[in-house]
């Protein structure tokens, strides 16, 4: 069975642009979360969908949003990128909502993505 | 908002040593769990803790969930290389569905051959 995977695994920007982020969560899996990770902060919720409905949103701007599709794969976009957006996004997969504390989630490696 | 507070923030010990890292939060947890990550990878879940007071085993390594539920350590006996990583504590509270998970800083752990 695929875990999850993220593309692209690495990606570079300069302040301004736009990035667009994607998880295809593993054959099953329902629920897709994002998180971002960096040495300060630690991991921070960013938001989750599920069946293609936001149920769950962190802490962030509105420059960072998601959607999920039909067949559960999931897109972050970030807009008017600064420094600070320097990171490693992750996603994870679930079956259910991932609020239950048997629903399992499993991350996929990441996207690392450095703005300049 | 509720925060969780791990430490020690970095360890670096011998081939052998034993360690426990530790979890805290001023507020109960409804859950509780212990993430391993290693480099260029994604954290991998270890293990769940719901009841206080719970003690659960993963070969060397043992995870306790307070009396009260607001704490938890995870302890390594002997410990080998391969168990260097950053190790994630990760709390929920709130009965909800919607009930988010919230991570701690992590604790790196480096251990020398």
């Known amino acids: 069975k695929a875990g999850v995977t993220q593309t692209p695994r690495y990606l570079i920007k300069t302040r301004g642009q736009q990035v667009t982020l994607s998880c295809s969560p593993i054959s099953g899996h329902r629920s897709v979360s994002w998180y971002q990770q960096t040495p300060g902060q630690g991991l921070q919720f960013l938001f989750e969908y599920f069946s293609e409905t936001q149920r769950n949103k962190g802490n962030f701007p509105g420059r960072f949003s998601g959607r999920q599709f039909s067949n559960s794969r999931s897109e972050m976009n970030v807009s008017t990128l600064e420094l600070g957006d320097s990171a490693l996004y992750l996603c994870?997969?679930?079956?259910?909502?991932?609020?239950?504390?048997?629903?399992?989630?499993?991350f996929g490696p990441g996207t690392r993505l450095t703005v300049l | 908002t509720q925060l969780l507070e791990q430490s020690p923030q970095f360890l670096s010990i011998q081939e052998g040593e034993n360690l426990t890292v530790y979890c805290n939060s001023s507020?109960?947890?409804?859950?509780l769990q212990w993430y391993r990550q290693e480099p260029g990878e994604g954290p991998v879940l270890l293990v769940t803790?719901?009841?206080?007071?719970e003690v659960k085993k993963l070969k060397r390594l043992t995870f306790q969930f307070g009396d009260a539920r607001k704490d938890s350590s995870l302890h390594i006996t002997a410990a080998q290389p391969g168990d260097t990583g950053l190790y994630l504590c990760a709390g929920r509270w709130g009965e909800t569905s919607g009930s988010r998970l919230t991570f701690g800083e992590g604790t790196q752990l480096t251990v020398n051959p």
């Open positions: 994870a997969s679930s079956l259910g909502l991932a609020g239950g504390p048997w629903n399992e989630q499993f």
């Open positions: 803790v719901v009841t206080g007071g």
């Open positions: 507020s109960v947890f409804s859950s």
